[in-house]
C-alpha cells in the first residue's frame, strides 16, 4: 500500500457511490447492474484493505491533502451546474465532477515523498489509460450516435489535464527502469 492515496481512493469510493445510486431505481440490464455492484464494492474492499488489512504498510505522514477542499466546491459546482435539479442528477454530476479531481491526493502525494514506486506509477498510468478509454467513448458516441454530454467531457478534459505531466514523466522514466521523481 505503500505510495497510494488513501484519500484519493476515498475520493473514488465517493465516486462511484454517487453515480451508482440509480441502482434503486432504475434497472439496465443484469451486466450493467453486476458492473456497477463491483465498482462500488471493490471500493469499499480497497479501502477496508488500506485502512485495516494493511494499515501497517499504509503512509498517512504523507497522505495529508485536504479531501474537503475538493468536495465541498464539486458539490457547489454540481448544484449550479448539471442537467436537471433532481437528486440523482445532482449526485451523478457531482460524480463526474469529483472524478476529475479524485486523483489530486495521489499526485499531491507523489508530489510530497518526491517519487513513486514504479508499481504506483504503473497504478497511475492505469488509471491515466482509463480515462483515455472515456475520450476515445466520446468521440465514437459523438460520431456515430450524435451523443455529447458538456458536463462529462468538460471534466473528462479537466481530469486528462491533470494527468498529462505524470504521462510525460512515465514515458520518460518508467518505461526506460527508473522511478518517477517529482520537485517537491
Excluded at 440523482?88 to 508530489?111: C, N
Excluded at 515523498?113 to 468521440?139: D, K, M, P, V
Aim: glycine fraction near 6%; hydrophobic fraction near 50%.
Amino acid at each position: 500500500i505503500t505510495g497510494i492515496s488513501g484519500k484519493s481512493q476515498i475520493l473514488f469510493a465517493l465516486v462511484f457511490t454517487t453515480r451508482y445510486l440509480d441502482l434503486f431505481t432504475s434497472f439496465v440490464s443484469i451486466y450493467n447492474t453486476c458492473m456497477k455492484v463491483f465498482f462500488i464494492s471493490a471500493s469499499y474492499f480497497t479501502l477496508f484493505l488500506m485502512y485495516h488489512k494493511f494499515k501497517a504498510t499504509y503512509d498517512s505522514n504523507h497522505d495529508t491533502f485536504r479531501i474537503e477542499f475538493l468536495v465541498v466546491p464539486v458539490g457547489g459546482l454540481a448544484f449550479l451546474v448539471n442537467h436537471e435539479f433532481a437528486p440523482l442528477e445532482i449526485l451523478w454530476t457531482f460524480s463526474i465532477y469529483l472524478e476529475s479531481v479524485a486523483i489530486l491526493p495521489q499526485l499531491f502525494m507523489v508530489s510530497k515523498t518526491g517519487e513513486a514506486e514504479t508499481i504506483t506509477s504503473h497504478y497511475l498510468f492505469a488509471l491515466g489509460s482509463y480515462r483515455g478509454l472515456y475520450l476515445l467513448n466520446w468521440i465514437y458516441r459523438y460520431y456515430f450516435e450524435g451523443f455529447f454530454d458538456l458536463i462529462a467531457v468538460v471534466a473528462g478534459v479537466v481530469q486528462t489535464i491533470l494527468y498529462c505531466d505524470f504521462f510525460y514523466l512515465y514515458i520518460t522514466k518508467v518505461l526506460k527502469g527508473k522511478k518517477i521523481s517529482l520537485p517537491a
